[in-house]
């Protein structure tokens, strides 16, 4: 961002990222209580789709928190990097070994869990 | 040898020279790294808590069930409206403080002053929901019975719904009190009673053939938890071991215990985050109503403050995701 611009005021822009967020979190939610049974019940990369609909939604609207509540998108490219990358990097990599070991306990452990009395 | 001594320092630099190798004061780039940090924190809570969903995701509660309040709706079942209502609080907070941290850019007082103080008010609003919402929690809804290996049994009605045990439980005669200093050994304590014994519920289930059970075990093709006929009851209720009202650290009347604890652990680690930042707002808020940032000639500290405030907002976006949503 230039000195210049720095003076110029963003409340357009601003009320503008708060619309996006507030649709989204209301079609997330309306998605939540109604559960369309072709999104909730079926199976889609190893969940359902809906959860893959609310993780994306989720991801869209950090990106619009971080870029234009946060400013990420005036900073420089080092710094940007060196936040987002690292945050995008370790959380995927330990969200990825944790939830295979999660599942691969759930499937020793499942079938020795009593459900019958 | 040369050495380059500083001469000059407009106070937003690094404190060693006017060298800002990445376009951010000291203080903007260290919250930069200091809220990375925080997010990491969070993702291995969040993390755990995935883990442990996934371990257990045949039979973890559905938080549909769980959180069904909202205020001044008594007995309408609600589920997800409030927790909408606390994230677009939080979501509006965020807009407040951008604008603040906006008027800042154009020196302009009054209007840093006016928003921030809608800033802390969104805030501590949502501090309050939070603590409406564990209350619920904590209270309880319907009532379940724990059987001797920790599951959780509830009870429903002939079509399917879960039924309270105030409306089918009747109270028998009993000499059972809750045990106080005063009653007995002054050093032993004893939690609060639940409002049956569980004499009384299995007596009262067996007297009326209308209603039934069902276990915490997810049908994958349903998504709801396994019913029990009435008739093969009393096989699972012949393990009870308790009447369990509401939730907290031990136990759980909605399902596994874990699901409580993973639930005011997180929350209360971003609530504890968002308190903290109402203070640093309350703080900021009076330094710019005395004029410290009109002195100093810009506003950079609402700046940093805003970062915070926003990344608390963020955590909440991922927290109701993976509490409310998924």
Same mark, same amino acid.
């Given at each position: 961002?230039? $000195?210049?611009?720095? $003076?110029?005021? $963003? ?23 109604? *559960? ?34 946060? $400013?990420?998108?005036?900073?420089? *490219? ?40 | ?36 940090? /925080? ?24 938080? /549909? ?32 403080? %951008? ?12 209007? =840093? ?43 429903? /009605?002939?079509?399917? +719904? ?81 009447? %369990? ?5 031990? +136990? ?62 963020? %955590?909440?976006?991922? =927290? ?7």
């Amino acid at each position: 961002m230039t $000195h210049a611009q720095e $003076h110029t005021s $963003h409340t357009k822009l601003i009320w503008k990222v708060f619309a996006i967020l507030s649709v989204i979190t209301i079609v997330e939610v309306a998605l939540g209580i109604t *559960k369309p049974a072709a999104l909730y019940l079926t199976k889609f990369l190893g969940t359902s789709p809906l959860n893959i609909i609310f993780l994306v939604l989720t991801i869209v609207k950090a990106y619009y928190i971080t870029w234009f509540f946060m $400013h990420m998108a005036d900073e420089k *490219k080092g710094l940007r990097r060196a936040v987002v990358w690292t945050a995008v990097f370790l959380i995927i990599f330990l969200a990825t070994l944790l939830l295979i070991e999660g599942s691969y306990i759930n499937d020793i452990l499942g079938p020795l869990t009593k459900w019958n009395y | 040898m040369e050495v380059t001594i500083p001469t000059e320092n407009n106070g937003t630099s690094w404190k060693g020279g006017n060298e800002k190798p990445l376009g951010a004061s000291y203080g903007k780039m260290m919250m930069w790294f200091f809220i990375l940090s /925080d997010a990491l924190t969070f993702s291995g809570f969040l993390g755990a808590y995935g883990l442990m969903r996934f371990k257990f995701h045949d039979s973890w509660p559905i938080a /549909d069930e769980v959180f069904t309040h909202f205020p001044f709706l008594h007995g309408f079942h609600a589920p997800m409206y409030y927790v909408a209502l606390m994230t677009f609080i939080l979501i509006f907070s965020s807009v407040t403080m %951008v604008l603040a941290v906006d008027a800042g850019h154009q020196m302009n007082k009054k209007k =840093v002053t006016f928003y921030m103080l809608l800033t802390i008010l969104g805030g501590a609003i949502f501090l309050g929901s939070q603590a409406w919402e564990w209350k619920n929690f904590i209270n309880g809804t319907y009532g379940a019975v724990k059987l001797n290996d920790g599951k959780i049994i509830q009870f429903i /009605d002939a079509t399917g +719904e879960q039924i309270t045990l105030e409306s089918f439980v009747k109270s028998l005669p009993s000499e059972r009190t809750r045990h106080t200093e005063n009653k007995g050994l002054w050093f032993v304590k004893e939690a609060k009673l639940p409002p049956f014994t569980l004499n009384e519920v299995v007596e009262s289930f067996k007297s009326n053939p209308a209603i039934s059970i069902r276990t915490e075990l997810i049908n994958p093709e349903t998504k709801a938890k396994t019913i029990i006929p009435h008739s093969e009851a009393m096989g699972f209720l012949n393990e009870a071991k308790s009447v %369990v009202m509401g939730a907290n650290l031990r +136990e759980n009347e909605y399902g596994k215990t874990l699901f409580a604890n993973f639930f005011f652990f997180i929350t209360g680690f971003h609530g504890f985050h968002v308190l903290s930042g109402v203070i640093i707002n309350i703080i900021i808020f009076f330094n710019v109503i005395i004029g410290t940032y009109e002195r100093r000639g810009h506003y950079e500290m609402v700046e940093k403050v805003g970062l915070y405030w926003h990344f608390v907002d963020l %955590v909440w976006v991922f =927290v109701f995701t993976f509490f409310y949503l998924v």
